[in-house]
């Protein structure tokens, strides 16, 4: 295929605006599925992106189309994902294309991901085309959403494509856009091989399979390559491209999208967003590739049979194949035995894990409460980097503490924008600026601690506003925050398990929470056990379990009345050495109990 006819695009935009929809559409109207082989979100694999109705992994394609112009033309589409968590698949796939299709929803216009989206897309130099989607419902405005477009995100939407992805309205016109709006690479077929791995999976036959986009040179079967980043060298086994599925050809050049198999064994070996080149000759520099993906909530995941951790740890070094922006290490627990501290990139990045986890590899888990990392500065001038309670030096020696801070941005209906800023502002957010894109629609932004959102943020924004807020957030660095370690004693010992961070203004509610909480959880012993919050030396809450009373009188009908004092007396001397020795086993089924719920304990 000559150069000069190939397009290399994505769809980008929010949750549920028809990006999958579209491509749905899209494979209809080329033949690269035939109408048997069609059925809904034809390009979401994972049976998950099926039941939740989202995209989880970026899904490349390639279509054969024959324009007005008579024209044959190759036409290669990535699918991206909408949620905020996955936003580091929509920056790879950007990387691979020349142009996007910016999908709007014309019943409820610009939404949070379609700005992160649309900007990702620009700050890339890429060719963008407005398309308003469902305009078949009866509640669409699509002239509103033209003019959000235009007001929000910047772009000249007076020529956007009116279309609805549901009923097919609009198809052959985005297809011919493509075709005229968005150039076609450029590079050089004579020109030592230059091509960027965007993708990689795991298949236990041939190894790891890596998604390329080639920028220079060619690739044949055979060809020797060389992987830059970590200096490995391997034959080619077969190159292809997606119609959807693995499709091997002669050879990829020059602006084309495709696979690579080389009997790769792991996926350090072929990292994203390093550069292919040819061993033979290769190139003087990599491509800029793509900044490492950090990690910001992390939670533990242990086996509920303590057995099962060999499993669990081949379960998710298989799970990291596939999904490369998950980080994990070894961690042992008081209450839960060996397991593993896993990084993610947002709550819903951590619920899908957990769920992968559990289907395709049969693991069954406890998670614990998620949390962040916190930088404390010593009084000696020490930084450390604390994951847990227990990494938090005394209260003495700490000089200072940052926390994560995120810059969240909300795009409401203006009639809950007070109940909305009353939450943010009790999650101690700060206020930056408010701006209304028309007279109904409102966009917020504020700036926040990521440990107050991580927890229950995102379900009460949606109870406030009926569903109708979307949000979008960025990591903007680490800050200065007054915070403090809340430790649960019990009895007297310290509980590792139970303490938590928090600000230092809620350590009093979060303390009451939690040892009320264990109050129930706790069986009473043969002695009254106290359970006290503290921070540090300074006990905060206190309550107390109920000693169990054995009834020593039982034997006693009638008779004096010294002989009853005289048991009672020994009953309570027995107990008061009892409480002086005595150790509270607290069972597993507390611990997970606990482990399990939110830091306000429900």
């Known amino acids: 295929m000559k150069q000069k006819n190939i397009r290399n695009f994505c769809i980008v935009a929010h949750i549920d605006h028809g990006k999958s929809t579209l491509a749905d559409r899209l494979l209809e109207r080329t033949h690269t599925v035939e109408s048997r082989d069609m059925k809904q979100q034809v390009l979401d694999s994972l049976s998950l992106e099926r039941e939740r109705g989202i995209t989880i992994k970026l899904v490349p394609v390639r279509m ?131 091509a960027l791995i965007f993708d990689s999976v795991y298949d236990n036959y041939r190894g790891v399979i890596c998604y390329v986009r080639v920028m220079n040179g060619t690739l044949r079967p055979g060809q020797h390559i060389l992987f830059m980043a970590t200096n490995g060298r391997y034959p080619v086994d077969e190159v292809g491209v997606f119609r959807p599925g693995f499709t091997p050809v002669d050879c990829l050049g020059p602006g084309e999208v495709g696979y690579i198999s080389a009997s790769v064994k792991s996926l350090a070996e072929a990292r994203v967003g390093d550069t292919v080149t040819d061993a033979a000759k290769p190139v003087d520099r990599p491509l800029p590739g793509y900044r490492k993906v950090k990690s910001v909530v992390f939670c533990g995941f242990y086996p509920v049979e303590r057995d099962d951790y060999p499993q669990l740890r081949d379960a998710l070094e298989k799970l990291c194949l596939n999904d490369a922006a998950i980080t994990y290490e070894p961690e042992t627990s008081v209450a839960l035995g060996f397991g593993f501290r896993c990084g993610f990139l947002g709550l819903l990045h951590m619920d899908v894990a957990q769920e992968r986890l559990k289907r395709e590899f049969d693991v069954d888990l406890v998670a614990t409460a998620p949390n962040v990392v916190y930088e404390i500065t010593a009084q000696n001038g020490a930084v450390i980097e604390a994951h847990r309670p227990s990494d938090f030096p005394e209260i003495g020696e700490i000089e200072e503490i940052r926390e994560p801070f995120i810059k969240l941005s909300v795009f409401l209906p203006s009639e809950y924008v007070g109940k909305v800023m009353q939450l943010v502002q009790e999650k101690r957010g700060i206020y930056r600026s408010m701006d209304y894109l028309t007279p109904d629609r409102v966009r917020l932004v504020y700036e926040m601690p990521l440990a107050e959102f991580i927890v229950d943020f995102h379900d009460k924004l949606k109870s406030q506003t009926r569903g109708y807020a979307s949000l979008d957030y960025e990591f903007i660095g680490l800050r200065p925050s007054e915070l403090v370690r809340v430790d649960v004693l019990v009895n007297g010992e310290a509980a590792d398990a139970f303490s938590f961070i928090c600000h230092k203004d809620a350590a ?28 540090g030396k300074r006990v905060i809450v206190r309550v107390n379990v109920k000693a169990l009373r054995k009834d020593v009188l039982a034997k006693c009908y009638g008779g004096d009345i010294t002989r009853k004092r005289k048991l009672l007396e020994k009953q309570k001397e027995g107990k008061k050495r009892m409480k002086q020795i005595g150790k509270v086993s607290i069972p597993q089924e507390a611990f997970l109990a606990f482990l399990q719920i939110d830091g306000e304990g429900k």
């Open 64 to 194: 054969n189309y024959r324009a007005r112009d008579g024209l044959d033309y190759v036409l290669n589409l990535i699918d991206t994902p909408g949620h905020v968590d996955f936003g580091y698949e929509v920056s790879r796939s950007l990387a691979a294309c020349e142009g996007a299709l910016l999908v709007v929803d014309a019943t409820q216009g610009v939404e949070a991901q379609t700005v992160a989206n649309a900007y990702q897309a620009i700050e890339q130099g890429l060719e963008i085309l407005p398309i308003v989607n469902k305009i078949d419902l009866p509640s669409s405005l699509p002239e509103n959403a033209k003019k959000e477009i235009a007001d929000v995100v910047g772009l000249d939407a007076s020529n956007a494509v009116l279309a609805s992805a549901k009923d097919g309205t609009g198809i052959d016109e985005i297809l011919e856009r493509v075709v005229s709006d968005v150039p076609p690479p450029e590079g050089n077929p004579d020109a030592p091989l230059e």
């Open 508 to 535: 009093y509610h979060r303390g009451h929470a939690a040892v009320t909480r264990l109050k129930e959880l706790i069986p009473s012993q043969l002695f009254e056990v106290p359970i006290q919050a503290s921070i």
